[in-house]
């Protein structure tokens, strides 16, 4: 008598996201009811009620697939992280902040304590006069209280612990997480450490015209009304298509909106921010260097533009803490508030 | 604000620190250069690591963060005068690159004295050897930067997988 | 003392736990909320070009994104001064109530009604949407997946993508609807309407007709007076989009009231800190921060369907306005205080918005291209207020002349409600566990005093603070600070 297929095992986590990707798991659709048949999920925090206890209660390697969704910012994330890296076989990069960072790791660019006075002093909205901070360990009348520890920096789950497969997007649109999950249940994975998105720019399926590049100018997306059926690098606004991974449907781009590169780099552009960089600055016409500056000055935030999501994947990660550039730093945000 | 492990404090407690310099140098002009600098013997400072490249425009700014990430405390790309490249107008995109490049490593917090990038044609050795010279002044000057590691692990010494960087593919 | 730990919290968005202390006799003495999350938009959003900010922001929540991405558009409004074409303004307002469609039956079918259908105290194995299925039937259950679909396809008919949509400018948006397009949505959100009708209905069959819920929902332990706040339009009916900021205090009488656009909340709203919690406490100015007090006296007010409900005079819609009436009438005239009556509220916001959402699809105007005017002021600094699914939000830009953002102050949605969601879990506590008697069902309790909130706590700590404690306060056991230590 045949055996009946046992139901895989399937774990979801978000450690400093936003929940869009859990959403992007609903949005499947329907056929979230086929993954409940397929699947039992022992942990899903936004929408079951297991516990972290019923975690550590689980055997090592019991869980077929982690998918883990947000970036590393805090202990406790670590520690999920490596807990669920221990209670299961496979272990997935879900997302753009557990592959690169995502948006929080622009975080990296600031000194902790500069943030920690922006929320708690300087907000203009908030009364602090006693410049009470949450502590990570604090004793009440009842006994001690516990928060966990905030790292100076944002990690990416490989920083962590090992990975299998990583799935891009912010969030990944949900045909890629069907054909992810597919591919889980029907046994069809790549090889260990693969992306599961395509291995070419978004540029190859983009349906924008692509003429000559030659840009005179860069224009912000406030500034003008693009032509809907041309590149839009060609027109001036900066769009990281050329360097990042295709497999979304360009769909940033179907309502007019340039790319900012949430599925990551392509397998040539492992620098995602610095690759953009020199894509943007070489597509400028012109040899005389005043004119050059000028133009190029309308590149206005080069680290939050071509980093936008794949800061803690960057070759630097941080920002270098040095005297002088942190007190102009300082003293303009004092001015500012 | 200072802060105890910053680059100038340590540059004050560590003896015999060496600032390590990387140097991208264009195969038919500024190598030409450093090379006749050397024939000449004009003093340059011994902290350059030269990696010849066959135009300043093979040099991605990837490659130059890459330099900082294993631990250059400086970077210095050299190129042929605007109008001398062999390839035309290689080093025009240097230039390109270089406007838009030096505000991301200011927005990274590396100090602008770090990274220079100057035309050097074959025959100036002597302009070799000054800028040289000149550079590694200045990063002596600014302390040690640290590889993206050691950066990392001042900021929060927590035990890494990956090394630091530059893609997971 | 004995502790029992809620960790973590689930069936919402965000990370927090739950520290209960219980005394001698095993009765609550205490229990804590503490969010433990934090990311920092507040610090990391400058240095940013203020245009970016619409598709930055809305990472502080994939629960609620559209709601950042409208407000930080309408912020950016502000801080161009300019004024988007009416077209514009219709469009962004219909795409809005798609996406409190979404969220609200996101909220209440997969994270809140689990509690309901299932029972309180069912196994954690089937208390969730899945189990919620499998009870009502697979026609319903795909019924409930349908019209979130239609809501997100809304969504991403004009933002491109769903979650983070992308089309929010200063002055209008990026793309507009075709005739298709307003055919299809058209189409849909005649069908969810329906589905708003039939949801109040199963609220009725489900939770009012089962008299145990009922008193649940009258009891003392998950009920608090407080004041509330809500975006309201000119006629003060209820409106998710624009208008003004009402608050109505515990008698429901309007004691504070400022344009949904520009600084003017700084005058009304502060926000306080505690050192075992990430999240700071909003409060109004004009009464004070009196402490973890609910009453007339207290700053504490809350947001989101309950309060909206009690700040409005009404529905801007005819069904919506129906359900409103029922609901007050049949829970004794207003202000309702009853935290659990969230739920009944979310489902009279799903038929407004799906109502509203119909008329502004059948409106001719919508299909207009003319979508965009250019800014031309300089810009320096510029605010906006919206109501997300959760509560009330606001997004307030300072930005140097060329509009690279030099400061970004949020408040954001159930921020607003993190002190009454605090005492409203210690009520739940004090009143659901009695003399040591702990179980999972039990803790579960005590888990729904929050749940009513629908609580986003991934937006409420936008923020980020470190480790190193700077500042040591002590306090005594009666909450007192005794002294305050500095390093």
Same mark, same amino acid.
């Given at each position: 008598?045949?055996?009946?297929?046992?139901?895989?095992?399937?774990?979801?986590?978000?450690?400093?996201?936003?929940?869009?990707?859990?959403?992007?798991?609903?949005?499947?659709?329907?056929?979230?009811?086929?993954?409940?048949?397929?699947?039992?999920?022992?942990?899903?925090?936004?929408?079951?009620?297991?516990?972290?206890?019923?975690? %550590?209660?689980?055997?090592?390697?019991?869980?077929?697939?982690?998918?883990?969704?947000?970036?590393?910012?805090?202990?406790?994330?670590? %520690?999920?992280?490596?807990?669920?890296?221990?209670?299961?076989?496979?272990?997935?990069?879900?997302?753009?902040?557990?592959?690169?960072?995502?948006? @929080?790791?622009?975080?990296?660019?600031?000194d902790r304590e500069s943030i920690f006075r922006r929320v708690y002093d300087t907000t203009?909205?908030?009364?602090?006069?006693? +410049?009470?901070?949450?502590?990570?360990?604090?004793?009440?009348?009842?006994?001690?209280?516990?928060?966990?520890?905030?790292?100076?920096?944002?990690?990416?789950?490989?920083?962590?612990?090992?990975?299998?497969?990583?799935?891009?997007?912010?969030?990944?649109?949900?045909?890629?997480?069907?054909?992810?999950?597919?591919?889980?249940?029907?046994?069809?994975?790549?090889?260990?450490?693969?992306?599961?998105?395509?291995? +070419?720019?978004?540029?190859?399926?983009?349906?924008?015209?692509?003429?000559?590049?030659?840009?005179?100018?860069?224009?912000?997306v406030h500034e003008f009304v693009p032509d809907p059926e041309k590149c839009l690098l060609e027109q001036g606004i900066i769009c990281s298509g050329p360097v990042t991974r295709e497999g979304c449907g360009e769909r940033c781009l179907n309502a007019n909106m340039p790319c900012r590169g949430c599925f990551g780099p392509t397998p040539e552009a492992l620098e995602h921010g610095a690759s953009m960089l020199s894509a943007a600055a070489t597509l400028v016409e012109g040899k005389e260097e005043a004119e050059l500056a000028e133009v190029l000055d309308g590149i206005v935030d080069p680290l939050g533009t071509f980093y936008r999501f794949t800061l803690a994947d960057s070759l630097l990660r941080i920002r270098n803490k040095s005297l002088g550039l942190e007190e102009k730093a300082e003293e303009g945000e004092e001015a500012a508030s | 604000?200072?802060?105890?492990?910053? @680059?100038?404090?340590?540059?004050?407690?560590?003896?015999?620190?060496? @600032?390590?310099?990387?140097?991208?140098?264009?195969?038919?002009?500024?190598?030409?250069?450093?090379?006749?600098?050397?024939?000449?013997?004009?003093?340059? @400072?011994?902290?350059?690591?030269?990696?010849?490249?066959?135009?300043?425009?093979?040099?991605?700014?990837?490659?130059?963060?890459?330099?900082?990430?294993?631990?250059?405390?400086?970077?210095?790309?050299?190129?042929?005068?605007?109008?001398?490249?062999?390839?035309?107008?290689?080093?025009?995109?240097?230039?390109?690159?270089?406007?838009?490049?030096? +505000?991301?490593?200011?927005?990274?917090?590396?100090?602008?004295?770090?990274?220079?990038?100057?035309?050097?044609?074959?025959?100036?050795?002597?302009?070799?050897?000054?800028?040289?010279?000149?550079?590694?002044?200045?990063? +002596?000057?600014?302390?040690?930067?640290?590889?993206?590691?050691?950066?990392?692990?001042?900021?929060?010494?927590?035990?890494?997988?990956?090394?630091?960087?530059?893609?997971n593919a | 003392m004995k502790r029992v730990t809620i960790d973590p919290i689930t069936r919402l968005e965000g990370h927090g736990r739950i520290e209960i202390f219980l005394d001698e006799e095993g009765n609550v003495d205490d229990a804590y909320f503490q969010i433990v999350e934090l990311r920092g938009f507040e610090k990391f959003c400058e240095g940013r070009p203020a245009e970016e900010l619409p598709r930055i922001t809305p990472r502080i929540c994939g629960v609620c994104p559209s709601a950042h991405h409208i407000c930080s558009t309408r912020a950016l409004d502000d801080l161009y001064k300019v004024e988007p074409p009416p077209a514009a303004k219709k469009l962004r307002e219909l795409f809005y109530c798609a996406h409190m469609l979404h969220s609200h039956i996101a909220h209440f079918y997969a994270l809140a009604a689990p509690d309901f259908v299932l029972g309180p105290e069912a196994d954690p194995a089937e208390r969730n949407i899945l189990g919620v299925v499998a009870k009502v039937g697979v026609e319903i259950g795909g019924s409930v997946i349908k019209h979130r679909s239609y809501a997100q396809k809304i969504q991403e008919m004009l933002g491109g993508r769903a979650t983070h949509s992308v089309m929010g400018l200063p002055g209008g948006v990026s793309k507009g609807l075709t005739k298709?397009?307003?055919?299809?949505?058209?189409?849909?959100?005649?069908?969810?309407?329906?589905?708003?009708?039939?949801?109040?209905?199963?609220?009725?069959?489900?939770?009012?007709?089962?008299?145990?819920?009922?008193?649940?929902?009258?009891?003392?332990?998950?009920?608090?007076?407080?004041?509330?706040?809500?975006l309201v339009d000119e006629n003060n009916k209820v409106n998710f989009y624009d208008g003004f900021v009402r608050v109505v205090d515990t008698t429901g009488k309007e004691i504070v009231r400022f344009p949904a656009r520009g600084t003017a909340y700084l005058e009304h709203i502060a926000e306080h800190v505690e050192p075992w919690t990430y999240l700071k406490f909003p409060y109004l100015k004009a009464k004070g921060w009196k402490g973890f007090v609910d009453g007339q006296d207290s700053g504490i007010y809350r947001v989101a369907p309950l309060a909206r409900l009690n700040a409005a005079d009404g529905m801007a819609t005819p069904a919506a306005q129906e359900a409103y009436e029922k609901y007050f009438e049949t829970l004794g005239g207003k202000p309702v205080q009853a935290t659990l009556a969230n739920h009944w509220a979310r489902l009279i916001e799903v038929l407004y918005a799906a109502e509203r959402l119909l008329e502004l699809a059948e409106d001719s105007e919508i299909t207009s291209d003319e979508i965009r005017t250019l800014p031309t002021e300089t810009p320096d600094e510029g605010a906006a207020v919206i109501e997300a699914p959760r509560g009330t939000l606001f997004h307030h830009y300072k930005t140097d002349e060329r509009g690279i953002v030099r400061a970004v102050n949020l408040i954001v949605a159930t921020g607003n409600n993190h002190a009454a969601i605090c005492m409203s879990v210690k009520k739940a506590a004090q009143a659901v566990i009695k003399k040591g008697k702990v179980t999972e069902g039990l803790l579960n309790m005590v888990e729904m005093a929050f749940r009513a909130y629908d609580p986003c706590f991934g937006c409420a700590t936008h923020s980020l603070p470190g480790e190193m404690p700077l500042v040591a306060n002590i306090y005594d056991h009666e909450g007192n600070l005794v002294r305050t230590l500095e390093r």
């Open positions: 008598m045949p055996e009946a297929k046992k139901k895989l095992k399937l774990a979801l986590y978000w450690a400093a996201s936003c929940g869009g990707c859990d959403i992007a798991v609903l949005d499947i659709d329907e056929k979230i009811l086929t993954v409940a048949e397929l699947a039992d999920i022992v942990l899903w925090p936004v929408a079951l009620d297991f516990k972290y206890k019923d975690v %550590e209660a689980l055997a090592d390697q019991s869980v077929d697939v982690c998918l883990f969704n947000g970036a590393v910012r805090n202990s406790e994330q670590r %520690e999920l992280a490596e807990l669920l890296r221990q209670k299961s076989k496979v272990m997935v990069a879900f997302g753009a902040c557990a592959c690169f960072g995502g948006i @929080p790791a622009l975080a990296n660019q600031f203009p909205s908030t009364d602090n006069p006693g +410049r009470v901070r949450p502590q990570t360990k604090l004793s009440v009348p009842q006994g001690d209280l516990h928060l966990p520890e905030f790292y100076n920096a944002v990690y990416k789950l490989d920083d962590v612990v090992e990975v299998d497969y990583y799935i891009p997007g912010c969030p990944p649109p949900p045909e890629l997480v069907w054909e992810a999950i597919t591919a889980i249940v029907e046994g069809k994975l790549p090889p260990k450490g693969s992306t599961l998105a395509g291995e +070419r720019s978004l540029c190859h399926t983009c349906k924008r015209k692509k003429e000559d590049k030659k840009v005179t100018a860069f224009h912000r | 604000m200072t802060q105890a492990g910053s @680059p100038k404090s340590q540059a004050a407690a560590g003896e015999g620190w060496e @600032p390590k310099v990387v140097a991208f140098l264009c195969n038919w002009c500024s190598y030409t250069g450093a090379d006749l600098a050397g024939i000449s013997r004009l003093k340059y @400072p011994a902290n350059l690591r030269i990696i010849r490249v066959m135009c300043s425009g093979r040099v991605s700014p990837a490659f130059v963060l890459k330099a900082f990430h294993e631990g250059a405390d400086g970077v210095l790309v050299g190129g042929c005068h605007p109008g001398d490249c062999h390839y035309l107008e290689g080093n025009y995109k240097t230039l390109k690159r270089k406007l838009v490049f030096e +505000r991301l490593l200011e927005q990274f917090g590396i100090e602008p004295g770090r990274f220079r990038l100057e035309w050097i044609s074959g025959g100036e050795g002597d302009k070799f050897a000054r800028v040289a010279e000149e550079l590694v002044k200045t990063v +002596r000057e600014l302390g040690p930067l640290g590889s993206t590691a050691e950066r990392l692990g001042r900021a929060d010494g927590l035990a890494l997988r990956a090394e630091g960087g530059g893609g | 298709e397009e307003q055919e299809q949505v058209v189409e849909w959100a005649k069908s969810e309407v329906e589905f708003a009708k039939f949801s109040l209905k199963l609220f009725d069959d489900v939770v009012l007709a089962n008299k145990a819920y009922v008193d649940l929902i009258l009891s003392d332990g998950y009920k608090l007076t407080t004041h509330h706040m809500g």
